[in-house]
């Protein structure tokens, strides 16, 4: 089975992706950067600030299939500089509260609209 999932609750695909595809029982989310659902704008100048617009946009994903972080089997966060890996780790840390996921971090050297942090998941049902 595979299945587009579209919501107007985060961002519209910036191109020719889906906010997100199911094959079977997972989730596969594309990478969200910091823009608000509601205005189309980029939110945040630090990268906390954007990584929390980010794990909304994520949320409303999940949430739209019923699911919740707790069904995140993997992440992947990028980030425009390392040097904001311990900001951007605390406000993950608030969504990836008990058992977080398998994760990578990686610096870019650039990402979509110049965002500091994008992020992707990969979630399962159950």
Not at 50 to 73: D, P, R
Request: hydrophobic share 45%; proline share 5%; glycine share 6%.
């Amino acid at each position: 089975m595979r299945k587009i999932v579209a919501t107007h609750d985060a961002p519209a695909a910036l191109g020719p992706y889906s906010q997100a595809v199911w094959a079977n029982d997972i989730l596969f989310v594309s990478g969200q950067i910091c823009i608000d659902p509601g205005t189309g704008e980029m939110t945040g100048k630090t990268a906390a600030e954007q990584a929390e617009q980010v794990l909304k946009n994520l949320g409303a994903i999940l949430e739209s299939q019923g699911l919740k972080f707790t069904n995140v089997v993997k992440a992947t966060v990028f980030a425009k500089d390392m040097n904001d890996f311990k900001a951007v780790n605390d406000v993950y840390a608030k969504y990836f509260t008990t058992e977080p996921p398998a994760r990578a971090f990686v610096e870019v050297a650039r990402l979509p609209k110049d965002a500091l942090v994008e992020i992707e998941v990969v979630a399962v049902k159950g």
